[in-house]
């Protein structure tokens, strides 16, 4: 389909199931379920689903050396810690200010990338990142939500997320297994996650607590559909705009994330924080060009 080529479209509606996710992490703890079962749920549900569609559609499991590799090590500093980390904070940071720390991601993708000589964006690309990454500085030094202030160790913890995500955003593109289809590899990227996240759970919370999920079967729903779509487009992201394009989803997610927080969740943040939004919303505007232009 035309549309599933089109790397702005694909942006778009990724970070959008991004930044869903944040606002359903924030009712998912206020029903009782841990952050580090909550991102278990994200991953096992992904994952099973997105191995279905993919049997479905005639494809094959596939396991040699290489594809095992490129799925722990993309399961562990993409999607596992990010995610116990992301779900971790927003507790203390909201919703809203923890998806501002995906949109540093581009600014340390782009590092990277230039380190391993991997495609860089044009003039205008680089301007639109530094764009939004101008934006983010201004949300960030809003402090969080009014009446919330930012707790020093959980602004760290939030710094750390955009690191790990900008090196999964990188090693994925580097180590891609030859004649893999994305949904190949996001469905056995989100098991192995599932599978990483099983100790994790133990050592968090001394047990594997399900039981709080039956408080919010609706909720554990919405949020499968949600990450499913979000995996299944990220990867074809992934393939099409590269990993610097990839990681502006960041921006997108953030700017949902406030959205949804302030609308649903009853969030509220400063002038200068809806501010450093549209400063992010520009800074994606002048990306999407740039992507487009390239192309031409």
């Known amino acids: 389909m035309p549309l599933f080529n089109s790397a702005p479209v694909l942006l778009v509606l990724t970070g959008a199931f991004l930044g869903l996710t944040l606002p359903f992490g924030k009712l998912a703890f206020a029903a009782g379920i841990s952050p580090s ?20 559609a005639g494809g094959r499991p596939r396991l040699d050396g290489h594809r095992l590799r490129y799925y722990l090590v993309a399961a562990l500093i993409s999607y596992a810690a990010p995610n ?15 998806g501002i720390m995906y949109t540093l991601s581009p600014i340390f993708t782009l590092l990277l990338s230039l380190l391993f000589g991997m495609r860089r964006p044009n003039m205008l690309g680089l301007c639109g990142i530094f764009t939004g ?15 919330q202030p930012a707790e020093t160790l959980w602004v760290i913890v939030g710094l750390l997320i955009p690191v790990l995500l900008a090196l999964g955003n990188v090693y994925r593109t580097l180590d891609w297994p030859q004649d893999a289809h994305p949904t190949e590899l996001a ?13 994790a759970i133990l050592v968090l919370t001394g047990s594997f607590p399900l039981a709080p999920l039956g408080n919010a079967p609706l909720l554990v729903l919405l949020q499968v559909v949600a990450s499913t779509a979000m995996f299944a487009l990220y990867f074809r992201l992934q393939a099409v705009g590269g990993p610097v394009y990839l990681s502006q ?3 997108v997610g953030a700017a ?5 927080g302030t609308l649903f969740l009853g969030e509220t943040y400063r002038l200068s924080t809806w501010l450093g939004a549209a400063i992010i919303v520009a ?4 990306t999407t060009r740039a ?5 031409a």
């Open 37 to 56: 079962v909550w991102a278990w749920v994200i991953s096992t549900g992904a994952g099973v689903v997105l191995l279905a569609a993919h049997l479905f």
């Open 84 to 98: 116990v980390m992301t779900l971790s904070a927003i507790p203390h940071l909201g919703a809203g200010y923890t």
């Open 133 to 147: 990454f101008a934006g983010a500085v201004v949300v960030a030094f809003t402090r969080g939500q009014v009446g």
């Open 187 to 199: 469905a056995g990227s989100h098991i192995m996650t599932a599978v990483l996240l099983v100790p």
């Open 249 to 251: 989803i960041g921006y």
């Open 256 to 260: 949902v994330a406030l959205l949804a």
């Open 283 to 286: 800074g994606v505007l002048m």
């Open 291 to 295: 992507q487009q232009m390239a192309r």
